[in-house]
């Protein structure tokens, strides 16, 4: 058994994995800055659940806050560290820009400095399918460039990974990136569109629509992305390519053992069919109103998961309709509704 550092565990995806580590009898300790981005309740909800676990602890602080993680990562010595912490929001950083760079920049070097020190046998890190910007030649394969990032928030994303691929070389650290796309599921964030439509059609309020429905997402359910992430875990440890040959395909780095891999459910879903799934679930009709894109956005995202079924004989499956009942039980349970 693993003993495995999260950061983010008090949020939507670091709960997720940490419960699943937890269930196989790994030890995990938790790292999160409860910050109020949404409601705080919510994230102690979920640390609250996890702390029901013998083998989780969890610290409260910011990863910008370099001693209190350096203190947190030094008790527990860690075999893994799965960096998921970050200030995340496409739109919000048309905001407050600024949240992004301590977090995602700052905190990130934080981070990559305890694995250094620790020398631990896999660093792996939250990117997003946002650093693929303005590319329109799809699905996305890690090994196109992605030279184009469209909002703070991406371009932070894309520097963590060139942080990364220096730590790796450098310092022989094994590194893995996952690009994540439109994360779905239960005990999801309230800022997400699944969580905001809920919530509106249920109030009987109107939800917003962007770019008139013409949007396509790969949407992509927790659980299986949560699985993903396990299975790279101890299956897929990048090591220094072979002569500096990469095999055709990976993006493994020809000089560290650094890899990129997308985690999606590789299919393009129309978001007005997401919308009709959400109606199903709810039973009852959204009203909507359509707006025009906002800036940032892209119109479209579809990953190609195939390194990520190679390296672990596993791709993301969940239906949207399926995926989507699951959280419409979830909310209706959660919030009594």
């Not at 301590?102 to 631990?120: C, S, Y």
């Not at 928030?153 to 894309?158: D, E, G, H, L, V």
């Not at 691929?165 to 690009?179: E, G, K």
Request: charged share 20%; no cysteine.
């Amino acid at each position: 058994m693993k003993r495995i550092f999260i950061t983010g565990t008090a949020g939507f995806i670091g709960y997720h994995l940490a419960q699943l580590l937890l269930d196989e009898g790994h030890t995990v300790a938790g790292f999160d800055g409860m910050t109020d981005y949404y409601d705080v309740t919510l994230k102690q909800r979920r640390h609250a659940m996890l702390l029901q676990s013998g083998g989780f602890t969890a610290t409260e602080a910011m990863l910008e806050d370099r001693a209190a993680l350096d203190a947190a990562v030094d008790a527990f010595a860690p075999d893994v560290i799965v960096h998921l912490a970050g200030q995340a929001g496409v739109r919000y950083s048309l905001e407050n820009p600024r949240a992004y760079v301590d977090a995602n920049l700052v905190g990130t070097f934080n981070v990559m400095e305890a694995a250094r020190r620790h020398a631990v046998g896999h660093l792996m890190m939250a990117s997003t399918s946002s650093v693929y910007g303005a590319n329109t030649e799809m699905p996305f394969r890690e090994t196109d460039k992605a030279d184009t990032p469209m909002t703070i928030y991406a371009a932070t994303k894309k520097a963590t990974e060139a942080m990364g691929h220096s730590y790796a070389h450098l310092y022989d650290l094994p590194v893995t990136m996952f690009r994540f796309f439109t994360v779905y599921g239960p005990w999801g964030r309230p800022d997400m569109a699944l969580f905001k439509f809920v919530k509106a059609t249920l109030e009987g309020q109107p939800i917003d629509v962007y770019n008139h429905g013409e949007m396509y997402r790969d949407f992509t359910y927790v659980e299986d992305l949560v699985r993903a992430i396990r299975l790279l875990m101890e299956g897929a440890v990048p090591t220094r390519a072979e002569d500096g040959v990469v095999p055709e395909g990976d993006s493994l780095s020809p000089v560290a053992p650094f890899r990129v891999v997308n985690i999606g459910n590789s299919k393009s879903e129309r978001l007005m069919d997401f919308i009709e799934a959400i109606e199903a679930a709810l039973g009852q009709k959204t009203t909507r109103n359509l707006m025009d894109i906002q800036p940032g956005d892209v119109p479209a995202t579809w990953a190609d998961a195939s390194l990520l079924e190679r390296l672990t004989g596993y791709r993301p499956h969940t239906d949207i309709r399926e995926g989507v009942a699951r959280f419409v039980a979830w909310y209706r349970e959660y919030y009594g509704v």
